[in-house]
């Protein structure tokens, strides 16, 4: 019934919210945290060597159950996913800031002072969210002290007009399992952070994606239907956005990358691999 990847539940411990529902030693409410790192890493075990589950973003919320040996347990505020991070990363109450803007440039960095010329204090991603005090010139002033400049951010509630856009903005980006930056990104991440950038919340994973994201279209006979510009296409632990009725873009192990390919010819290639295509689906993004 309760995914693990979305239920922060232990044999030891859980959210308050679950009691009732599920067998724990014991529950608790946890705290609220942010990420105050220029990303952070979610693991499913509090080790370094663990694989990357996914990635936070300077900002984002990030809610603690637990923490022990240099690592909090719990739920990323932005998609529910569950794991742990590491404390160094985060920061609580009373630091915690509401986004006034995020950053729309696929990549900038925090300044100590308004002057290009001095050592970066921070690098951060598109998407990333951030506390601005006041606009000086071509410089942002941040509440959490530091510059960035201006012309890469935009308001927290402004929405890009074509996620595709966003989306084209990776090309060339490495590929990296759990990604979720500018640095390196998986496939549903990629579709995650575009449509995020639209205004739109998706969740993290391929499969999530595919059952909650828009309207499926028929595929009958295994003929696809007309396709457009945004729709999704998922195979089995991938997904990919149609930029046009041939082409995809999609982050991908292929090519290691954020690559633009045909449709036709990637769904070739793949198939006695991963299986055909499972589903195309249509979004509402008006």
Known sequence: MYDPRFT???ADIAARYLEGEIAAERFVDGWAAQVTASSAPLRRTP???AGLETE???GEPFHVYDEADGWAWG?????DYVGFVPLACLAA???LRAPSHRVSALRTFVYPEADLKRPVRLSLSLGAKLRVAEIEGRWARLEEGGFVFAPHLVPARDRAADFVAVAERFI???YLWGGRSSLGLDCSALVQLSLEAAGYPAPRDSDVQEADLGRELPIEGGALPAL??????FWKGHVAIMIDPVRIIHANATHMAVSVNRLEEFARRVEPSTGPLTS????ALG
């Open 47 to 49: 080790s370094p060597e």
């Open 56 to 58: 936070l973003l300077h």
């Open 172 to 174: 060339g980006v490495p």
């Open 228 to 233: 457009e510009r945004g729709d999704l296409v």
């Open 93 to 95: 109450a009373p630091a």
């Open 280 to 283: 195309v689906r249509r979004l």
């Open 8 to 10: 922060p539940a232990r």
């Open 75 to 79: 739920q990323a505020g932005i998609d």
